[in-house]
């Protein structure tokens, strides 16, 4: 399953980017525990969407995706960035993110 978004990028407190296309792609959860994540259910490949437009997303940055609310916050759903960032010849990105359910990052 997956689905797109326009995101913003955040990296301690800081916004590097807005209105970001993103695709979310849930992870298997073998997947995610061959990479060390610890929840499976969570853990998503995100991908960017404009062609020759790869932005700068780095390990531990936030994605906030506006259009989906955390039902348990009430606030947009929040993401955060584990691995290493896969670019791909600066023109496209692929990153691991989970999210972040009942949570708000500091």
């Known amino acids: 399953m997956s689905f797109s978004s326009l995101c913003t990028i955040t990296r301690q407190g800081t916004t590097i980017a807005v209105n970001v296309p993103l695709r979310f792609i849930n992870m298997s959860p073998r997947a995610v525990a ?27 940055d936030h994605i906030t995706d506006p259009a989906n609310i955390d039902p348990k916050t009430g606030n947009p759903t929040q993401y955060t960035v584990f691995g290493n960032p896969q670019p791909a010849d600066r023109t496209m990105l692929r990153v ?7 949570k708000v990052p500091a």
């Open 34 to 60: 061959e990479m060390g994540g610890a929840s499976p259910y969570n853990s998503y490949w995100v991908e960017s969407e404009l062609l020759g437009f790869a932005p700068d997303v780095r390990t531990s």
């Open 96 to 102: 691991m993110a989970e999210k972040l359910v009942g």
